[in-house]
């Protein structure tokens, strides 16, 4: 069946189909090979349905962001929320500094800070999923590419994927000996150093290997103006390695094994700020300083982590094109974050603060165990075919300490299963039809084993059938037409954090969120040196998870809305203007709201609400937005390319991202959103020998805009913004066949 990029499905043993349509950008292959000749895209495989496909053939929504691309979004010491806005209805965002970030997808997410919240984006690593909100900070590096799958993705992946998929798969070991060291010194004493290595370990190359290591470091450069210590927080040092070891005797068979950790120590969590904006609106006042804090509490906001995992992938290859894949997985972490919560003291403020408060939390103990079997076979020319079986089981402790009560111990079980099924059948030479499910049994255990005032066990638990349909359409050499429904859910929730703040009634559970989702859109290469992809997109959400936080009532509550909407539209492009010159552009609109009239939460104690207000205090959430769900996001990058020989170049390269008007919380309010906000970033260098070095000068937040990111809200007007502005220089070696 013909196709825009070669329509073959590339079968490699284990790799299997899922089915959706895409949107993709990446960028042009600049190494020097192409200088000699004009360059033309390449093609981009990813594994967005299980196996290696062209992205130009997988109907999903997708946008595959290169590794190198990633590099330079973290070259300053940046983690995960990077790649917030990055990639068209992508966000991230997180009030616990480096740890628990939080992700939405079109406008869909979760904004609970709980460190046993649920997301409704997934994050999967090396095909192992990170459940935990702790576990989807661990930091990237040494990576092939990061996958992005926007839309329900509940049949080949499962539960809590009603908004998406982040994939992040790192560089596999090869036969060849490759591998590179990095090292960028940067404003604030940011050092940093990377490092991998991997190649075959035997003469017969049926044992091969790859180690990776990651050190990210910065000085404290945060002043505390309430005790008088200068550079008294904002510094990190984070290590993490990663050691994979690949085992082939025969082309029917291999086993990869992977262990990986990370050591966190640093001074990060969040600087909240007391009573930075406003008020009657939301931009940074005379109380603002960036460099400065008035914290009383917090300990100068000490956070740590230590994590390791590891996981075994068994792939069996029977001939006849069937496959059978095995994925077992263990992951355990703990961590602990103290923070100022109130942002400031009672005497010097800034501002009026009613009553000081900090609070300390932590993940015991936690212990995460996956296992999947996957079964595919390439049935005929036309016909393809893959089914699974899935275990997840998890348990960990979340410990809370407010310091004007003892601390409490909220223990949670979850375990589920599921088996699952997908097929995809060419109806005519042009068209192609997939279809499929999964049926999913979800349970949740809390209990409260050391805690002042006992509970009684909760449990909740769920069964749901999630599906989707795709048809795909090659209308001509150039565009592909595609159309998805996907149905997918977010399974029962219990949050149980208000037991640490005396609450009466400290238990609250939210029933599953179950959402359906139609989009239709094209992808198309338009001769060698253009790529475009859209979508857009229609979705409804029934009884949707939401978490009432904060407010003059200090609680955290998790609601179910009636129902939810969200449309919007997603765009990608990439360009080769010139042989010399790359551009790409990446695009979203996105419209939510809330459709509830009985739904209300509790208000800021001194901010400016603008929702309608009942006769208790309460705020009417009726037609709001959703939760920090951006209106629109733009991303622009140019790279352009001064070739000096046929081996060395000079290069330029500009990246812009902007996020739309972004609501913080549930009630809109005169103070707690963001406005439009943009920052630049700009990196210059040399690269010789063609591609082995590279030294370059960069600069992330380029103008050190500053941006009001999210707030505080039961208190005073306390607010927290972006990083700082970091200037920095990196040396790079890339050795062997990279």
């Known amino acids: ?123 999967i690593f090396d095909e192992v999923v990170q459940e935990n909100v702790i576990l989807k900070s661990f930091p990237i590096f040494d990576i092939d590419r990061v996958e992005v799958l926007r839309g329900p993705q509940g049949t080949l992946f499962g539960r809590n994927t009603p908004a998406g998929i982040i994939k992040f798969e790192t560089r596999r070991p090869t036969e060849d000996r490759d591998g590179y060291i990095s090292a960028t010194l940067g404003s604030y004493g940011t050092k940093n150093v990377e490092f991998a290595l991997g190649g075959s370990l035997n003469e017969s190359q049926t044992l091969m290997g790859r180690v990776s290591f990651l050190s990210q470091n910065r000085e404290d450069w945060v002043d505390n103006g309430f005790t008088g210590e200068k550079d008294a927080m904002g510094g990190f040092s984070e290590n993490a390695a990663r050691i994979q070891l690949l085992y082939r005797p025969s082309e029917a068979f291999e086993a990869l094994f992977n262990v990986h950790g990370r050591d966190l120590d640093g001074r990060t969590a969040s600087f909240f700020r007391a009573n930075i904006i406003g008020p009657g609106n939301n931009k940074l006042n005379e109380n603002f300083d960036r460099d400065v804090v008035f914290f009383d509490g917090g300990g100068n906001n000490p956070q740590e982590a230590e994590a390791w995992g590891s996981s075994l992938r068994l792939d069996f290859d029977f001939g006849n094109g069937m496959t059978l894949t095995s994925i077992s997985a263990y992951e355990t972490v703990e961590n602990r974050s103290l923070g100022d919560t109130d942002g400031g003291n009672l005497v010097f403020g800034p501002g009026f603060i009613p009553f000081p408060s900090e609070t300390q939390d932590g993940l ?61 059948y060419d109806l005519t030479d042009a068209m192609t039809l997939t279809v499929g499910a999964r049926y999913t049994d979800d349970e949740k255990d809390m209990t409260t084993p050391e805690t002042p005032n006992p509970q009684p066990p909760v449990n909740v638990s769920d069964e749901q059938v999630s599906w989707d349909v795709s048809l795909m359409y090659q209308l001509n050499d150039n565009w592909n037409l595609y159309g998805r429904v996907a149905n997918g859910f977010r399974a029962p929730s219990i949050q149980g954090r208000n037991i640490a703040f005396l609450d009466p009634n400290p238990f609250s559970i939210a029933d599953s969120e179950t959402i359906l989702s139609t989009e239709v859109g ?64 990446g695009g979203s609109w996105n419209d939510t709201e809330i459709d509830d009239p009985n739904l209300r939460t509790a208000i800021c104690a001194q901010c400016t609400v603008l929702d309608p207000i009942d006769n208790e205090g309460f705020a009417l959430l009726d037609g709001n937005p959703f939760p920090q769900a951006p209106d629109h996001m733009i991303n622009f990058t140019a790279r352009y390319t001064l070739p000096v020989s046929d081996d060395d170049e000079y290069f330029v390269l500009l990246d812009y991202v902007q996020q739309g008007d972004t609501n913080f919380f549930l009630y809109e309010s005169a103070e707690y959103h963001s406005g439009t906000i943009w920052e630049l970033g700009l990196r210059a260098g040399y690269v010789a020998n063609g591609g082995q070095w590279e030294l370059s000068v960069f600069a992330r937040n380029l103008t050190d805009e500053e941006n009001l990111k999210g707030g505080i809200d039961f208190n005073n007007l306390t607010g927290f913004v972006n990083e700082p502005r970091i200037f920095g220089v990196n040396i790079r070696m890339n050795f062997g066949a990279y």
């Open 522 to 585: 094209f992808k198309s290469v338009l001769g060698e040196r253009v790529r475009l992809n859209g979508a857009v997109y229609y979705y409804t959400i029934d009884d949707m998870q939401l978490s009432a936080i904060g407010g003059n009532t200090n609680s955290n509550v998790l609601v179910n809305a009636d129902k939810g909407r969200g449309i919007g539209v997603d765009l990608d492009t990439e360009i080769l203007l010139t042989d010399n010159l790359v551009v790409t552009f």
């Open 1 to 123: 069946m013909p196709s825009i990029a070669s329509r073959s499905r590339l079968p490699s043993a284990g790799h299997i189909l899922v089915a959706a349509a895409l949107t993709a950008v990446a960028p042009v292959d600049s190494t020097f090979a192409q200088q000699s000749r004009s360059p033309i895209l390449d093609e981009i495989v990813v594994t967005a349905q299980r196996r290696e496909e062209n992205i130009l053939d997988v109907p999903i929504s997708v946008t595959a962001l290169p590794g190198d691309r990633v590099d330079v979004l973290t070259a300053g010491g940046e983690d995960v929320l990077a790649l917030a806005a990055r990639v068209p209805s992508l966000y991230a965002e997180s009030s616990n500094g480096r740890l628990a970030p939080r992700f939405y997808m079109r406008g869909l997410g979760n904004s609970d800070f709980d460190l046993a919240a649920s997301q409704s984006v997934s994050i």
């Open 364 to 424: 015991d103990d936690l212990e995460q165990i996956t296992q999947e079997f996957r079964l595919a076979s390439e049935a005929s020319d036309r016909l393809f075919w893959q089914a699974g079986v899935f275990w997840f089981d998890s348990d960990f402790s979340v410990q809370t300490f407010p310091f004007f009560v003892p601390p409490t111990t909220v223990r949670h079980e979850n375990t589920a299963w599921a088996v699952f099924g997908q097929v995809a």
